[in-house]
């Protein structure tokens, strides 16, 4: 156990949660950016409609607990349990927010998830070696980088196909009709499995902080005020918006209908709640990079601005080692203390 006065011990559960604040402005657009892009609601319709569901995933977790499966992940899977320090939680919240703020400046639609990831395992390799790294739990999310935009994409190209096929005998206005509603219950969806993945993070980080200041002991568990806190947290940065990278998700890669739309949510909640499952912190950009993509390129190939995908892609790449070394530096810092 390592003793922490409990003004610093305050303190980082506040940086914590200003990381949740952040991930949900920075990810904003993960959430609304379809149907801010297809007119659907207007902006702060949209920042609204999404903040209230980001928080209602609270209640889905009431319901399933086992859906908190992403919170052991961060909190144990990565780095070892026992070598997590203040010191080391600090890095590793100085290196995600770090990297979320210089990419949220470029409109840059990067990983909020792989930056904490990557500040995690900067700050515990710095610590304790690289033998504190779990490699089942890092494994898990390195190939998720790859697999979860890929399930996005594949899932929202099949719910176009389906849904055509399906609305077939369908006027145009009857069709539009349909897929608004369609589109607005696939992003409510989208947002409720958006907060559920996303808060999770910050849960493990504050939980696994609590076992190592001796403040929670037994299985690990995270504590209802800390739950209610994070969802509250992603659902007031979600409200904050982040309007440069919603102009990126939104209309920079394609150009997107009612049906793109409601495709692209459905394919990207169904990978979310999948992932939330299995307990693997997936990047819900990622992951709706992806579907937006599939919607696209259900249309005609062409339909997708594949140089803007490209960039997205290297953004993806570099996160995690780039936040990795972040979080080392930060947690050098407190070495000066």
Not at 154 to 170: D, F, G, I, N, T
Request: some cysteine; charged content about 10%.
């Amino acid at each position: 156990m390592h003793e922490l006065a409990f003004p610093l011990l305050v303190g980082l559960i506040l940086v914590a949660l200003a990381f949740d604040f952040l991930n949900g402005l920075h990810d904003a657009a993960n959430s609304i950016a379809t149907v801010v892009a297809t007119r659907l609601l207007s902006p702060v319709q949209a920042v609204a409609f999404a903040a209230f569901f980001n928080f209602a995933a609270y209640f889905v977790t009431l319901a399933f607990p086992s859906l908190h499966a992403v919170a052991e992940t961060i909190g144990k899977g990565l780095i070892d349990q026992d070598v997590v320090t203040p010191a080391v939680i600090f890095g590793a919240l100085g290196g995600a927010m770090f990297w979320n703020v210089v990419t949220w400046q470029k409109g840059i639609p990067s990983s909020s998830s792989h930056a904490l990831v990557g500040g995690l395992v900067g700050a515990g390799v710095t610590h304790a070696s690289v033998h504190s790294i779990h490699v089942g739990g890092l494994t898990k999310t390195m190939v998720a980088i790859v697999v979860s935009p890929t399930l996005g994409m594949v899932l929202a190209l099949l719910v176009m196909l389906a849904s055509s096929w399906a609305l077939r005998r369908y006027t145009a206005r009857q069709a539009e009709r349909t897929f608004r509603s369609l589109h607005l219950v696939s992003s409510a969806a989208y947002s409720l499995s958006h907060g559920l993945n996303d808060a999770q993070k910050t849960m493990g980080i504050i939980t696994v902080l609590l076992y190592s200041t001796g403040q929670l002991t037994g299985e690990f568990e995270v504590p209802h005020w800390v739950a209610i806190s994070c969802y509250v947290a992603i659902a007031l940065g979600t409200l904050s918006g982040g309007w440069k990278i919603i102009e990126t998700m939104g209309s920079r890669i394609t150009k997107l209908s009612q049906h793109q739309g409601f495709a692209a949510s459905t394919g990207g909640s169904i990978v979310l709640f999948a992932a939330s499952a299995m307990g693997i912190p997936v990047s819900t950009t990622h992951t709706i990079t992806g579907a937006i993509i599939g919607s696209g390129v259900a249309r005609r190939t062409s339909a997708v601005r594949w140089g803007t995908a490209s960039n997205v892609v290297v953004a993806w790449i570099i996160t995690i080692p780039c936040s990795a070394i972040v979080g080392s530096a930060f947690y050098g810092l407190t070495l000066l203390f």
